[in-house]
């Protein structure tokens, strides 16, 4: 009996003791429920800096006198380019149309065989159509000049005295211009776009190079249909007929008055 005595004492002393560890040991933390989302900030869409390697891979605009330059030989060719403002309007061509161009370039040989003096003699605007006899405003491969309808119009123009014709053989094309006598001497640059070929002559048009025809005289004016002259109205007989007429009938009333006379006369003597 004392021996449960002690158990339970000590029973009841160990579970003050927990009861008192137990309150003073700092309480939990409540359970928190989950925590809102912040909400996103917004993403500024930035484009890429294009890398240097991508820079460098973008086509360049197709520039006529830069290909001259660097094939060199075509000179006197660029400078008329320039001083025409022509090379303006071939990049602005080539870079803005589906069509293409094809442009026959005559090399620094090709105009040392003018006369002298020849480029000099011409006005600005005889340059820049010489400059545009040299350049078809579409894209010709040598193998499509076989194909093409003369008299080829050039951006001088469609007319005969500003158009080119072209001759294919197995292994050139031969051009003439009315003037001038040709061939294709080699290709400069070509893509699907450009076609640059190499001459050895100048293409001369004969709008520049000849003499114009006279344009016709006039004829003579038309000479003014004069008024017929109205043929005199004859005089109508009514008039006469009224006349005889009248003088009939003036005879007939005299004889039927001289009757009547006669008549009373005869009446009285008896």
Do not use: W
Request: hydrophobic share 40%; with cysteine.
């Amino acid at each position: 009996m004392k021996q449960q005595s002690c158990v339970l004492f000590s029973l009841l002393i160990v579970f003050v003791y927990c009861t008192i560890t137990l309150a003073q040991s700092p309480a939990a933390a409540p359970a928190q429920g989950p925590v809102a989302a912040s909400p996103p900030s917004p993403v500024i869409s930035q484009t890429p800096a294009a890398s240097p390697a991508q820079a460098a891979s973008a086509p360049a605009p197709t520039n006529v006198t830069k290909i001259l330059e660097k094939s060199g030989h075509f000179t006197v060719f660029i400078r008329l380019l320039k001083s025409t403002q022509e090379e303006n309007h071939l990049l602005t061509v080539l870079n803005n149309s589906n069509n293409g161009l094809t442009i026959f370039a005559p090399t620094d040989g090709a105009f040392s065989t003018l006369k002298s003096g020849t480029l000099n003699s011409l006005t600005d605007e005889q340059k820049s159509e010489l400059v545009k006899f040299h350049v078809i405003p579409t894209f010709l491969s040598t193998s499509q000049f076989q194909t093409v309808t003369n008299p080829v119009g050039t951006e001088a123009g469609s007319g005969g005295r500003v158009a080119l014709n072209f001759t294919t053989y197995p292994n050139s094309v031969n051009i003439t211009t009315g003037l001038t006598n040709t061939s294709i001497s080699g290709t400069v640059y070509a893509d699907n776009q450009l076609a640059l070929y190499r001459v050895d002559k100048v293409l001369l048009p004969m709008d520049i190079f000849t003499s114009k025809p006279p344009s016709p005289a006039p004829g003579p004016a038309p000479e003014k249909l004069k008024p017929k002259k109205e043929a005199p109205v004859a005089e109508t007989p009514v008039v006469s007929a009224t006349v005889t007429t009248s003088g009939a009938v003036s005879s007939v009333h005299y004889h039927a008055m001289l009757l009547g006379i006669c008549v009373v006369a005869a009446m009285l003597s008896l």
